[in-house]
């Protein structure tokens, strides 16, 4: 993979399986777990060598509330041990660290070690990794909306004036580029209300691998397929005879 030119500068993962991985082995859902995380390890280290720029994962879901106590217990638990196991790779690796989503329902103590990081990686520049929690595409849709609502309401924005700028620059992270490649493991094909604005015209991919199983080889087939698409961004094919236009 020799040109970096194509290679998607944001990539964006429904990490999915965790799971399914722990009962296909019997094992309690917490390894399944400790396994994803280990498997984002390998991605972010990955995507690091291969030039990309921003990679957003989908941590843990608005939805995801809804699951057993003890299991989200559990989860906020290695969350908390994910981002302090990993604070001194991230600085060495020039990794900085973000977050989006409802973060003001996450456990103090998970927020504070979040927050935390996120200061202490926020000069780095080599990639942007940003994790999304208790996030939902609608949800950030409805935050963006209400913020907007709040502006019309004091005077300070007319309703006309409202457009796709307006609303983007009102989302979770405005500066951050859409996604050019969201890649969804365990072979479920629905993007499960993550990144719907962002995503409209980003290239799909879904594979049977269970999260805790994919590797920088699946990172590496991914890109090639994205690489061997050609992106029109709603625009007749006729328009990309070039090569080049319509292409990220």
């Not at 502006?151 to 924005?157: A, K, N, S």
């Not at 994205?226 to 005879?241: I, K, M, P, S, T």
Request: aromatic share 6%.
């Amino acid at each position: 993979m020799d040109d970096t030119q194509k290679i998607p500068q944001h990539i964006a993962i429904i990490m999915d399986g965790n799971g399914r991985w722990a009962s296909a082995r019997r094992l309690p859902r917490l390894l399944g777990h400790r396994a994803g995380a280990a498997a984002v390890r390998r991605v972010v280290e990955a995507g690091c060598e291969l030039g990309v720029k921003a990679l957003t994962l989908y941590a843990f879901s608005w939805e995801n509330w809804e699951r057993p106590t003890d299991e989200i217990r559990d989860l906020m638990g290695l969350l908390d041990e994910f981002i302090r196991g990993e604070r001194k790779t991230l600085l060495e690796q020039r990794v900085r660290l973000r977050a989006i989503g409802r973060l003001h329902e996450l456990p103090e103590g998970v927020l504070s070690t979040l927050k935390r990081t996120i200061e202490e990686t926020a000069h780095l520049d080599r990639m942007t990794l940003t994790l999304a929690l208790s996030y939902g595409g609608r949800q950030e849709l409805v935050d963006a909306a209400r913020r907007i609502a709040e502006q019309v309401r004091d005077g300070r924005l007319a309703p006309q004036d409202i457009d796709e700028g307006v609303i983007a620059r009102h989302l979770y992270a405005p500066d951050l580029p859409d996604p050019d490649l969201v890649i969804r493991t365990s072979g479920e094909q629905r993007l499960s209300n993550f990144l719907l604005w962002q995503s409209s015209y980003a290239e799909l991919y879904v594979t049977p691998k269970l999260w805790p199983d994919f590797s920088k080889d699946d990172l590496i087939e991914a890109i090639a397929e994205y690489e061997r698409r050609e992106r029109r961004f709603g625009r007749a094919g006729a328009l990309c005879h070039d090569g080049n236009q319509g292409k990220a």
